[in-house]
């Protein structure tokens, strides 16, 4: 079902690479998780395409039904599950259960911690050599659940500890250089 947003993203990574070799600018990059029709394997599919293009900075973010506008009378027609009250965070969409939504969530705070603070790009560039972005973020999850850590507030020198062993147990050595 067509909800009104359109996008090309060949177009758009290319454009995004030249912004990146012509020009000092910081790019920040957008993806929005909910529009219908997109199920888990399209976003993370989206996600890894984004952080390939290795952005200054990442956002994922669920899709919000605002009340009497043409995405809440699509929503309803399409069974969505959403916070009645703000947020208006989408819960559930036509192709994303609830747990999926969850888990882009919990990307969406590592994304935060360790992507948007920029202290490891040059350890993010490494992995992504051989991993996708998704994988990172689930071994960064995992070591989380591990060490009983949260996903957000987390001081420096943990997150450092954290990504350095992701780096090793990818098969990198972590980069002097941050």
Same mark, same amino acid.
């Given at each position: 079902?067509?909800?009104?947003?359109?996008?090309?993203?060949?177009?758009?990574?290319?454009?995004?690479?030249?912004?990146?070799?012509?020009?000092?600018?910081?790019?920040?990059?957008?993806? #929005?998780?909910?529009? &219908?029709?997109?199920?888990? %394997? $399209?976003? !993370? /599919?989206?996600?890894?395409?984004?952080?390939?293009?290795?952005?200054?900075?990442?956002?994922?973010?669920?899709?919000?039904? #605002?009340?009497?506008? &043409?995405?809440?009378?699509? %929503? $309803?027609? !399409? /069974?969505?599950?959403?916070?009645?009250?703000?947020?208006?965070?989408?819960?559930?969409?036509?192709?994303?259960?609830?747990?999926?939504?969850?888990?882009?969530?919990?990307?969406?705070?590592?994304?935060?911690?360790?992507?948007?603070?920029?202290?490891?790009?040059?350890?993010?560039?490494?992995?992504?050599?051989?991993?996708?972005?998704?994988?990172?973020?689930?071994?960064?999850?995992?070591?989380?659940?591990?060490?009983?850590?949260?996903?957000?507030?987390?001081?420096?020198?943990?997150?450092?500890?954290?990504?350095?062993?992701?780096?090793?147990?990818?098969?990198?050595?972590?980069?002097?250089?941050?």
């Amino acid at each position: 079902m067509n909800c009104g947003r359109k996008s090309n993203w060949e177009k758009t990574k290319w454009t995004l690479q030249e912004l990146k070799k012509r020009t000092n600018i910081r790019i920040h990059t957008d993806l #929005l998780a909910g529009l &219908p029709g997109e199920n888990y %394997a $399209s976003v !993370l /599919n989206g996600l890894n395409e984004v952080c390939a293009t290795l952005p200054d900075a990442v956002q994922l973010g669920i899709l919000k039904i #605002l009340p009497d506008t &043409p995405m809440q009378k699509i %929503a $309803s027609e !399409l /069974n969505y599950k959403w916070l009645s009250q703000p947020p208006y965070q989408c819960l559930s969409s036509d192709a994303l259960s609830f747990e999926e939504i969850q888990q882009l969530e919990n990307f969406a705070k590592l994304l935060n911690l360790y992507w948007n603070k920029e202290e490891h790009k040059s350890m993010w560039q490494e992995m992504l050599q051989t991993q996708s972005a998704t994988d990172i973020l689930t071994a960064l999850q995992q070591k989380h659940q591990e060490l009983g850590y949260e996903l957000h507030s987390l001081s420096k020198a943990k997150r450092n500890a954290v990504i350095a062993d992701i780096c090793v147990a990818g098969g990198r050595r972590p980069s002097a250089k941050k």
